[in-house]
Each structure stands twice: as structure tokens, then as C-alpha cells.
């Protein structure tokens, strides 16, 4: 019988061999490998039809050496603790790697939202918040939303800690809508921030943007950013793919002279699902689902699930492809990872390519806690600074060190955390 995914038992498995890399010695291994807390709890909610009903919560946070706690919070009906344990600690990775003064950390509710009514969300939200209110806050974890959570659910819990604590702490939780503690930037934040990165990857490789061409999976947020950003600078996407709804299946749809965007953002979802029909009638060919990574491109970007491209379809990306910035978690399985590496393709890794959504987070949580907004130029400035460091920072130690740029990301990440909390003296 196959052993069930344990993303912990991954996540854990990926720190021992950086562990290795960085020749760390036993005690900072046994502390890093581990959350350092975790809390586990049940949540009564009085239901609709007055019954009351026990959810049970979890918060882990993974590692604050370097600062307050920082990760989303899930509701989802699967959400195990073991789940949470891992996205805590690539959390702390990932903020570390952009040198966010943050820790990582990950919350989640076991409940399916589609059930619940809008009353029942609410004293969920703030049950949560009871729940942990002495544990979490602007100075020690700050949540955020994740899969199935939303702008509501974060102004609740904030109203929530705010009639515990009495006074307005909107540092507490970002996510937050723009007008009522929310960043300007944060919707455009995770694709520009993918955009960012790819520029300075064609820097180096001496490639003009005016010169590529780019394919994308995935036609929601950070794909619709990305394609914005990377037009600007002179690219042309030629190939976006997307969920059809009706069809249960993906479509590609393909341009050759180049997609536009605000046209197909007219005929799109808000799910970014394209009309299959409205496409047809503006000229765009539609092809296979897979089709997005076979095409001859220099850059594919992979901006809509994990575990796309993989053994199986690894060979069918194009020779004419030289970058894959990854702007959905885990798109690149680690033997097709391998196998692209191999041949030379510069895979941009998601903890560095789709950072600029924490980065943005952190952005918020600074204002929120002054208390004094930022313009979108201000934020998006900062963002491309923050986001085009971490590149740098990554790409010389890739050289240096002759690594992958993941491998790069993860020594330096890994290493600043075991840093400090070696220098607070705790290992
Ligand atoms: P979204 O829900 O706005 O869009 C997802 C897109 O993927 C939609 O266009 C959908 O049709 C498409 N899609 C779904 N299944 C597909 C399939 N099988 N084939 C092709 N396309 C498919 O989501 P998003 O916010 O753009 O996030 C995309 C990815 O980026 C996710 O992996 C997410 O975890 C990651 N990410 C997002 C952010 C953020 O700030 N939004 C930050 C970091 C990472």
C-alpha cells in the first residue's frame, strides 16, 4: 500500500537535506526541524438552527527568531495539523528568504465554508479569535487569509480582538480590504512580484524583454498581474490556459501575435474561467489543457496549481524555453525539477517567484501599525526593491556556490533563521 502525502514529512525532508547542504550542527537542526508551539483547539458555534456545533483549530507557529509570526488561516474540510505544520515552515522559509523581519507561522479551522451561512462564518471567525487571543497580535503572530478565507473573515476576526483587547490594533491581521486597514498593491502584489524576478533573470541572461515570448497556466490573480507587468516591460504572452467550469476540464487559448489581456479579462470569470465561446469569436485558437507547456517560448510560468509540470510532461516544454518562474506553489515536481535543471532552464522557485504577496502582507501589517497609508507607487516601489534583493541575493549564491537558484534560496533562508537563533542564544 502507498504511504498517504504527509506534506510535513516533505517539508521536513527538504529542511534535512539544506541542513546538510549548510553542515548544521544537531541542536539548531532539532529546534528548526519542529514548531516551536502549536495550539490545538475546539470551538463551539452556536449554529443557525441553535444547535451548537465543536470545530476544531489549530495555529503553529513554526519559528519567530527573526520576528512576529506570520501565515494565512485555513478553512478547509481536509485541513490536517500535519498540513499546518508544514505551511508554517515554509512560511518562516519564504519570509526569511525576502528578509522580512517575520516568522513563519500557519492556522487552519477543519469546516467546509459552502455549509456554513454568513452568521455561522462570522462567530467562527470570532471564536477562533477567543480561542487564541492571548497567543497571537501585532507584536507576536499575525494571521492572514489563505484557501477559502477572505477580506471578511479577517475584518472580523479584527473586531473580534479588538472588543477583547479594547482599542484598534488593525497591525493584528492583514488581508484586510483597502479602506479599513488593507494595502494599496496587494491585488497586483504576487504577480508583479513574479514579473520582478523574471526581468532580472533576462538581465543575466542578456535578453532583451521586447525580444520574449511567454506561455502562463492559469488565468486568475497572479497570472492576470503577471501578464500586466510583463507586457509593460515588452513581452508578448502568446498562450494562457484555464478551468472550464462547464467542461470539467482546461483549455488553452493561443495567439500568436499576442493575447490581450483587458480583452480577455472582459470575456473571464471571477474564478478566472475564460468563455470558451466569447474566445472563439476574438480569434484566439483553443487547445488542449496541457497545451500552455509545450509551447515555443522563452519563458513559461506556471500560475495555477502545484505538481503541473512533472515526470510525465517534463520532456514536452520546448527547447526554446530558458526561464520557468513559478508563480503557483509547488507547479515543479523535484524530478522534473531535476531533469529541466539538467538542461538548463532557470527555474525561478515559488518561495522566491510568488513572494511578493507576503511581501505585500508585511507592507500592510507595517502600516496598519502606524497607522498611516502608503500610495500604490510608494508600496509597488518597495515591492520591486524587496523582491529584486532577494533575487539578487539568491542568484549570487547560486553562482557562487554552484547550486540551482532553489537550492541558493534554501541555504540562505535556512541559514539566517539558524543565525538568529543562534545569536539569541538559543542554540
Ligand atoms: P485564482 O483562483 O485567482 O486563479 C487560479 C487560475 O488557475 C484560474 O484562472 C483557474 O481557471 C486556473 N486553473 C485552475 N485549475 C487549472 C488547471 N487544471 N489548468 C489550468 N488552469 C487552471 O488563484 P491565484 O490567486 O491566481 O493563485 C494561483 C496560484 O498562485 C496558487 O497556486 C496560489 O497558491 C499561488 N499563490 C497565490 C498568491 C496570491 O497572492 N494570490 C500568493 C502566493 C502564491
Known sequence: MTKPFNAFAMAQAQFDRVADLLELSESPRA???NPLREYHFSIPVRMDDSSVRVFSGFRVQHNDARGPSKGGIRFHPQETVDTVRALAMWMTWKCSLLDLPLGGGKGGVICDPHELSLGEQERLCRGWVRQLARNVGPLSDVPAPDVMTNAQHMLWMLDEYETIFGGHYPGF??????GM??????KEATGF???????EALKQLKIRPDDTTASIQGFGNVAQHAIQLYEQLGGKVTCVSCWDQRDGCSHSYRKKDGVALEELRGITDRFGGIDKTKAADLGYEQLGGDAWLTQEVDILIPAALENQIN???????????????????????????????????????DF?????GVTCSYFEQVQSNMNYYWTRDEVLGKLDRTVTAAYLDVSEMASRRELSLRDAASVIAVSRVATACSERGWV
Open 31 to 33: 529546534l528548526l526541524r
Open 193 to 199: 512580484g513574479v514579473v520582478f524576478t523574471v526581468r
Open 181 to 186: 486597514g488593507g494595502s494599496l498593491g496587494r
Open 352 to 356: 522566491l517567484a510568488n513572494a511578493g
Open 173 to 178: 491581521i492583514t488581508g484586510k480590504p483597502v
Open 311 to 349: 515526470a510525465d510532461n517534463a520532456s514536452s516544454v520546448s527547447k526554446s524555453v530558458k526561464i520557468i518562474a513559478e508563480g503557483a506553489n509547488g507547479p515543479t515536481t523535484p524530478d522534473a525539477n531535476d531533469q529541466l535543471v539538467e538542461r538548463g532552464v532557470l527555474i525561478i522557485p
